[in-house]
């Protein structure tokens, strides 16, 4: 029996190393002259004619513009005027005025001697049954109530 033709061999290859420029940036009209600064500084630089770079953006924000520039508008507006009568109507009603309350004494000191005396009287009652235990019992209750009651507990 003869043998099966072979299908003919197929080449392959990679794709053509060109790139296709899809956002090509058409040539941009002669950019107008920059608006003069009080400082002598160019306040808005021309525009860059063609492709973008790193540089450009670079030099356009370093350059101060209307709000980075050192002249700010000081007159006084209609915005001012309201702000300032509001504020002496309330100076006149005593709004303003702030009084410091008197610091009221904690109950912390209280609360941990209550806490200390009352846990080891409960504990004193085990001393009987099992002292070792009551021992241990007593140790970590009075280590872990002075932990909570003065280093993690805000004073109350």
Do not use: C
Request: glycine content about 6%.
């Amino acid at each position: 029996m003869a043998d099966d033709a072979d299908p003919p061999r197929r080449f392959f290859q990679l794709k053509p190393k060109a790139f296709e420029a899809v956002n090509d940036v058409p040539a941009a009209p002669a950019p107008p002259a920059p608006d003069p600064d009080p400082a002598g500084r160019a306040a808005n630089p021309p525009a860059p004619a063609g492709r973008i770079d790193v540089r450009d953006l670079f030099a356009a924000a370093t350059t101060p513009g209307p709000l980075l520039g050192g002249s700010r508008s000081t007159a006084k507006n209609e915005v001012h005027a309201m702000l300032s009568e509001n504020h002496a109507r309330a100076e006149a009603a005593g709004l303003n005025a702030v009084t410091v309350r008197a610091r009221r004494p904690s109950r912390r000191k209280r609360d941990f001697w209550l806490l200390l005396v009352g846990g080891n009287a409960v504990l004193a009652v085990g001393m009987v049954l099992q002292p070792i235990i009551a021992i241990a019992g007593v140790v970590l209750y009075n280590v872990s109530l002075l932990w909570i009651m003065w280093f993690v507990m805000d004073d109350y």
